[in-house]
Each structure stands twice: as structure tokens, then as C-alpha cells.
């Protein structure tokens, strides 16, 4: 695999209302991007642009996943895109370059943004959405990736090894960008986006933003305003007994119940879910009922 060292500057910000529309259009007829910042916090950029990673400043950096070619990289595999052609201007208005790439004639193609130590995604609750634009022609579909989860975007079908991947929505072949904006709780009904063979959601270790277009010689990929946010219009949903809110209803939620008896974890969030019998209090009887969910489940 080739290291692709590209011009850093993208990004932008998001459309919200993603929970009922997953594409919208960035720009409005006034040239001014549709999103709203009043509404988004706890960034975690990925690929950013500098105007708007100061105004991202503004409402609070969870973590920074930006490529910087020292931990963080953006890889292309070998020889499966060329470089396109990444000026003008970008999906916020600004006169930014963005990730532009052409696959090339190998009869593949792929790209991924990795961190050479884990990344810790334990805080992503429902709340989070997955955040980037897309311009270009919708009938070469394209398969994004999230960490292990995956979807296509396009007017047609993505099929990648054979399987045919989940399709969220398409675009206008307009030359416009437009806002893709996933989130995390849709990813998760797709398929887990933190397997345990790649270390977790706690401690991350593969690519956690990859691309595949295919291997049509020519097609192009135009991405910009990669990242991550926090969403004031999406609550947070979690499977009765899941007390910590990673996922999974298992031991490790036994512990912090107990601990939450005991007055050693007073977190707000993990003491709302862990009264199970919704009697406003946290007692033995809800550890008893979580101990007996978990063994009915073995």
C-alpha cells in the first residue's frame, strides 16, 4: 500500500436533519452553506479546511483525527487512484482544495485514513452523525466506509465482492456539493462499525474513513468536509440493561451497576439506564434483573 500525501485543506459543515434526509445541498442560492452550527458541538474532524476548523473551535473538539502525515495518514492502495483535480471552491463556500481522485487501470480501487495508534470511539453514542460532501456524476456509485461499517451512495448499485452494499441515498449530477450526513445509530443497523478483530470501539485501529469507487477507469471521487459531530436533534437510544452504553449488555454492565449501589460511579447517563425497573432508584433489584437478562441470553 502507497502512502498519498494530498493538499489538507477540506471541510465544512453538515446539513442537519439527517435522521430523515440523508443528502442534501450544501450551498443555498445565496452561495451560503446550509448548515447549522447551533445545533452541532463535539467535533471530531477528519479532513478539515482552516476557516472552518477555527469556527469548529468554537463549539468544542472531542478529538482530532486530521491527517497530518505523522500519526494520521491518508493511504491510496497502490496505483488504484491518481490524483485529481481538488481546487475551486468547497463544499462551505471557502476557495479550499478538496480530496479529488480518479481511479485509475488496475480494476480497483480503494483509499483509507488511518491513525498509527488506536483511536478511542467509546463516546459515540446516537447523538453523533458521520459528516462529509460529495460532488461529482451519481451514476459511478461509491462505497464509503466508517470504520467496519459500510454504505454506497450513487444512482446505481455498489458491489463489492460480490455483496451488494446497503445504498443511503444519491445526488444531483449538477456539479454542486452536497452534504452527506449519516448518523451513527443508522451505521450501526448496517452492520457493527467497531468489530472486535480490529480492536473495538474503544481502542480502534484500522481505517477509520476509507472509500472504494469501483474499478472503472476514469471514474472520479470528489469528498470534502470530512468529520464527525454532535447532533442537539438526535437522543441518544440504548438496549435495556446496556448501563455503560457501549453496544453490548454484558458483565461489564453488571460491575457499573453495582458500582452505581455502591456510590462509587454517579454518572448521570449510566444512572438513568441502570434502573431497570424504572422505580427512580438503583438497587439490587435492578442488578438481580440484569444478572438474569444476561443469563437468559447464555
Not at 32 to 44: G, H, I, L, V
Not at 85 to 96: A, C, K, R, T
Not at 206 to 228: K, M, P, R
Request: net charge negative.
Amino acid at each position: 500500500m502507497k502512502k498519498f500525501t494530498l493538499c489538507l485543506a477540506i471541510l465544512a459543515m453538515a446539513a442537519m436533519g439527517a435522521k430523515a434526509q440523508t443528502v442534501a445541498k450544501a450551498l443555498n442560492e445565496q452561495g451560503e452553506p446550509t448548515f447549522d452550527w447551533s445545533k452541532a458541538s463535539n467535533f471530531m474532524p477528519i479532513m478539515v479546511g482552516d476557516a472552518e476548523y477555527e469556527a469548529m473551535k468554537t463549539k468544542g473538539i472531542k478529538a482530532d483525527l486530521r491527517v497530518d502525515d505523522q500519526v494520521k495518514h491518508l493511504w491510496v492502495w497502490e496505483k488504484t487512484y491518481n490524483a485529481g483535480d481538488g481546487s475551486g471552491m468547497n463544499s462551505f463556500g471557502q476557495l479550499e482544495d478538496h480530496l479529488a481522485l480518479t481511479v485509475s487501470n488496475v480494476g480497483w480501487s480503494g483509499m483509507g485514513i488511518t491513525s498509527d495508534t488506536p483511536v478511542d470511539f467509546s463516546d459515540l453514542d446516537d447523538t453523533y452523525v458521520l459528516h462529509f460532501a460529495i460532488k461529482g456524476n451519481p451514476a459511478n456509485a461509491q462505497c464509503i466506509g466508517f470504520c467496519d461499517a459500510k454504505f454506497a451512495l450513487g444512482d446505481n448499485a455498489f458491489v463489492d465482492n460480490g455483496t451488494t452494499v446497503k445504498n443511503l441515498g444519491t445526488w444531483k449530477n449538477d456539479g454542486e456539493w452536497y452534504y452527506v450526513d449519516v448518523p451513527i445509530s443508522v451505521l450501526k443497523k448496517i452492520m457493527n462499525p467497531w468489530t472486535t478483530a480490529n480492536g473495538g470501539q474503544k481502542a480502534y485501529k484500522s481505517n477509520y474513513f476509507w472509500a472504494l469507487s469501483g474499478g472503472t477507469q476514469g471514474v472520479e471521487l470528489h469528498l470534502d468536509n470530512i468529520f464527525i459531530y454532535k447532533s442537539s436533534t438526535l437522543t441518544p437510544s440504548f438496549a435495556k440493561g446496556d448501563v455503560n452504553g457501549d453496544g453490548q449488555v454484558n458483565v461489564t454492565d453488571v460491575t457499573v451497576l453495582v458500582n452505581i449501589i455502591l456510590g462509587t460511579v454517579s454518572d448521570s447517563s449510566f444512572v438513568s439506564r441502570a434502573d431497570l425497573d424504572g422505580n427512580g432508584t438503583v438497587n439490587v433489584t435492578d442488578a438481580t434483573t440484569l444478572v438474569n437478562m444476561i443469563l437468559s441470553k447464555n
